[in-house]
C-alpha cells in the first residue's frame, strides 16, 4: 500500500532532552512538511521541503531541526531549546508544492 | 490573524440533515483546500478549488467559492454519523509560496 507513516505514535520526553519523530513516504512525492497541531487549534507549518538535501523554515522553525537525505524520509527532531514541545506533530507530503496533501497518522509528544 | 477562518467552529446537527461550513480568507489565493480530521488522526484532503473555479462537487460534498467576497464554503448532504470530523480549510496564497490552515469547524451528527 502506498502511504506516508510517523513513527511512535505516542512519545514521552524529559525537558531538556532531544527527540526525533520519524516520517517515510512510499508515495514518490518530491515534497514533504511538518505540521504542529495545539488542541483545538489549526495546522501550524514548522519545516517543509520541495526537494531532496533542501529544505525551508515555516511560521514556527524555532527549537525544531529537519533532514532530507533522501526522497523519502524527512525527521524531525524536537530539541531542547523548543519551550512549549507538547503537541501533536503531523507530517504531510504531495507531488509539488501546496498540492493536495497526503497526511501521516501523527505523533503525539508530551514532555514530562 | 488567520489567513483562513472558519464558521462556525462547531456545528451539531441530525443524521440526514445537510451541514454547511463557511471559510473566510484575506488575501488573494491561488487555490483553496477543504480537508476533514477524525479526533487524534491525520488529516484528509477532501476537495481542492482553484481560484479561477466557482463551484467543485465529491459525492455528498459541494465546494464553493467566491473570490470578490474572498469567501467558500463547504456543503454535506444527507450527513451520516460518521461523518462527525473537524473540517479544515486551508488557502495557497497566489503566489504559491505559502498555505495556510484555518482553525476548523467541529461537526457533531447525531444518530
Known amino acids: 500500500d502506498g502511504g506516508i507513516t510517523q513513527s511512535p505514535k505516542y512519545l514521552f520526553r524529559k525537558e531538556g532532552q532531544n527527540v526525533t519523530l520519524s516520517c517515510e513516504q512510499n508515495?514518490?512525492?518530491?515534497?514533504m512538511y511538518w505540521y504542529r497541531q495545539d488542541p483545538g487549534q489549526g495546522l501550524r507549518l514548522i519545516y517543509y521541503?520541495?526537494?531532496?538535501?533542501?529544505?525551508q523554515k515555516g511560521d514556527i522553525a524555532e527549537g525544531y531541526s529537519v533532514s532530507r537525505e533522501k526522497k523519502e524520509s524527512f525527521p524531525l527532531t524536537v530539541t531542547s531549546a523548543q519551550k512549549n514541545p507538547t503537541a501533536f506533530y503531523l507530517c504531510?507530503?504531495?507531488?509539488?508544492?501546496?498540492?493536495?496533501?497526503?497526511f501521516g497518522p501523527g505523533t503525539r509528544l508530551t514532555v514530562l | 490573524s488567520q489567513q483562513g477562518e472558519e464558521d462556525p467552529q462547531a456545528l451539531s446537527i441530525q443524521e440526514g440533515e445537510n451541514a454547511t461550513m463557511n471559510c473566510s480568507y484575506k488575501?488573494?489565493?491561488?487555490?483553496l483546500q477543504w480537508y476533514r480530521q477524525n479526533s487524534g488522526r491525520g488529516l484528509v484532503h477532501l476537495i481542492l478549488?482553484?481560484?479561477?473555479?466557482r463551484e467543485k462537487h465529491s459525492g455528498r460534498l459541494r465546494v464553493t467559492l467566491d473570490t470578490s467576497k474572498k469567501s467558500s464554503s463547504l456543503l454535506i448532504t444527507a450527513s451520516r454519523a460518521a461523518d462527525t470530523a473537524s473540517y479544515f480549510c486551508?488557502?495557497?496564497?497566489?503566489?504559491?509560496?505559502?498555505?495556510?490552515f484555518g482553525t476548523g469547524t467541529r461537526l457533531a451528527v447525531r444518530p
Open positions: 504531510a507530503s504531495s507531488t509539488a508544492r501546496y498540492n493536495e496533501q497526503f
Open positions: 508515495l514518490n512525492h518530491d515534497a
Open positions: 521541503s520541495q526537494i531532496v538535501n533542501d529544505f
Open positions: 488575501t488573494s489565493i491561488n487555490n
Open positions: 478549488i482553484r481560484s479561477n473555479e
Open positions: 486551508a488557502t495557497v496564497s497566489s503566489s504559491g509560496d505559502k498555505l495556510t
